[in-house]
C-alpha cells in the first residue's frame, strides 16, 4: 500500500539559509500534519491543512510557513534558518470522514534537517 | 488540555527480559485515542497499536501486549522475552476524537542488552 512520501530524506544547510520541505500524503488523503521532531525530544505539532486550507496551528515559528497544494501535497518552507531548526520533521496524513471527523493518521519517514 | 506523561526516560533490560512501559493520558474527552509508536535509531515512527476510550479490553500480539485502564488513565505496554531488535525510543500518544493532531509523551529509551 502506498505510504506518506517526504522528500528530501536528508536536507543540510548553513545558518540563514532557506529549506522546503515536501510531503505527499496517501492518495485520496485530504489532510496533512508537520510535525517538528528536535534531538531527543517528542515531536510536536506545527500545522494541519484540510482541503487546502489551514486548519489548526501549533507552535510554527514565524520563519516558517507552510501551504497544501491542489494535488494535496503539502510544502514547509523556513526561511533565516538557526541551528535550533536541526530536528527531524514528519508529515503525516489522513482523510476527513463525511462527518468532518479526520480518521487515523499515517506517518511518513521523515525529513532530517541538519543546520550548519 | 492533553498531555501524555511517560515517566520513564530510559531503561535497560537483558535480553530475555519482560519490560513494561508506562504511559499516563491526561482529558477531559470522552472519545479519544491511544497509540503506541516505536523509533528505532533510523528515526521513522513505527505504529504498533491504537485504542479508543471505549475499548478497555487488553491486547496481545506477540510478544507485545498493552494493558488499557482508564481508571488510571493509564496505557502500559509490555515487551515479553525482551530482544536486541527491540531497542528503540518507543513514544506514546493520543488524539481526540478528530484525529486532529497526535499528543505525544516524551519517549522512553529502551536498551535491550544481548
Known amino acids: 500500500a502506498a505510504g506518506v512520501i517526504q522528500s528530501p530524506r536528508h536536507l543540510i544547510k548553513e545558518k540563514r539559509e532557506t529549506a522546503t520541505l515536501k510531503c505527499y500524503p496517501i492518495?485520496?488523503?485530504?489532510?496533512v500534519y508537520w510535525y517538528q521532531q528536535g534531538p531527543g525530544q517528542d515531536p510536536q505539532f506545527l500545522i494541519s491543512f484540510y482541503e487546502k486550507m489551514q486548519s489548526d496551528k501549533g507552535s510554527i515559528p514565524d520563519r516558517f510557513s507552510a501551504q497544501q497544494f491542489s494535488d494535496y501535497h503539502s510544502e514547509l518552507n523556513m526561511s533565516s534558518l538557526e541551528l535550533g531548526d536541526s530536528a527531524l520533521y514528519f508529515c503525516?496524513?489522513?482523510?476527513?470522514?463525511?462527518?468532518?471527523?479526520?480518521?487515523?493518521?499515517?506517518f511518513g519517514p521523515g525529513t532530517r534537517l541538519t543546520v550548519l | 488540555a492533553q498531555k501524555v506523561t511517560q515517566a520513564q526516560t530510559e531503561i535497560s533490560v537483558v535480553e530475555k527480559e519482560d519490560v513494561t512501559l508506562d504511559c499516563v493520558y491526561e482529558?477531559?474527552?470522552?472519545?479519544?485515542?491511544l497509540f503506541w509508536y516505536k523509533q528505532p535509531p533510523s528515526g521513522e515512527l513505527v505504529f504498533l497499536i491504537r485504542?479508543?476510550?471505549?475499548?478497555?479490553q487488553n491486547e496481545i500480539s506477540g510478544r507485545y501486549s498493552w494493558n488499557f485502564q482508564k481508571s488510571t488513565s493509564s496505557f502500559n505496554f509490555t515487551i515479553t522475552a525482551s530482544q536486541v531488535v527491540d531497542s528503540a525510543v518507543y513514544f506514546c500518544?493520543?488524539?481526540?476524537?478528530?484525529?486532529?493532531?497526535?499528543?505525544f509523551g516524551s519517549g522512553t529509551k529502551l536498551n535491550v542488552k544481548p
Open positions: 482529558t477531559r474527552d470522552t472519545t479519544y485515542y
Open positions: 500518544a493520543l488524539t481526540l476524537y478528530n484525529f486532529n493532531k497526535f499528543y
Open positions: 492518495p485520496r488523503h485530504d489532510t
Open positions: 485504542r479508543n476510550s471505549f475499548d478497555e
Open positions: 503525516a496524513s489522513s482523510l476527513k470522514s463525511y462527518r468532518g471527523q479526520d480518521n487515523e493518521q499515517f
